[in-house]
């Protein structure tokens, strides 16, 4: 079945580093990826929706120069947090579709990010 | 953009209950609605979807159910089981290809 691949899954690194988490479709082709960020005991929360071969579509009140993504092929994105703060800790998780059809989304383990 | 709205917030029952989960959305033009399963620190797992052209799709103890008028679905579970228990969530995706989530519903099965 379709598999998505992402990591690291726990990065812990210092205020005002920069940090590069990877989201892989294994299986399968995806034009599209989507980026969530989850906070603890809340939802995901769509941050942006990533395209492969153009810019990404952010959703509101997401600062495209904080969370910066590449889709550079049909099976791989990266999200790249720039300068990271403490506020920017949680759990970040990405997910893939399949290009044929109607396909159901399927999502990377998670990435937990913890700045300190 | 698509609003989806979830209750109950928490639930509990005790084993070998029904539970069901309910959900809203608002865009007339979402067309698929998946559940997904998570447990804690754990990636979402995909555990039924239905879409619009469905008013029901049943998998074992796991139901779903689409009142595309009323634009509401619900998750049924029935003979719940300790393993079970996790945080649900709805979704629904539309015109846009995003997914939007509901807020989730922590289920606990009581043995």
């Known amino acids: ?116 | 953009g698509e609003n989806v709205e979830q209750h109950p917030s928490t639930l509990s029952v005790q084993e070998g209950d029904s539970a069901v989960i309910k959900c809203t959305y608002s865009d007339s033009a979402s067309n698929y609605f998946p559940w997904y399963k998570q447990e804690l620190g754990k990636r979402p797992q995909l555990i039924i979807d239905i879409r619009s052209n469905v008013g029901e799709k049943k998998d074992q103890r796991i139901a779903v159910t689409l009142n595309k008028t009323a634009k509401h679905f619900s998750l049924h579970i029935t003979e719940t089981q300790p393993e079970d228990s996790a945080v649900y969530f709805c979704a629904a995706r539309g015109g846009a290809n995003n997914l939007f989530f509901g807020t989730g519903t922590r289920l606990t099965v009581i043995p």
């Open chain 1, 1 to 116: 079945g379709a598999v998505v691949s992402q990591h690291p899954s726990r990065v812990i690194c210092k205020s005002g580093t920069s940090v590069k988490i990877e989201c892989r479709s294994l299986d399968f082709q995806a034009t599209t990826m989507f980026w969530y960020r989850q906070f603890p005991k809340q939802s995901l929360m769509l941050m942006a929706t990533s395209n492969e071969g153009s810019k990404a579509t952010y959703e509101q009140g997401v600062e495209k120069d904080k969370f910066l993504i590449n889709h550079a092929s049909l099976t791989l994105s990266t999200l790249t947090v720039t300068s990271a703060h403490p506020e920017d800790s949680s759990f970040y998780i990405c997910s893939a579709r399949e290009n044929r059809g109607n396909q159901p989304q399927h999502f990377g383990d998670g990435t937990r990010l913890s700045i300190l």
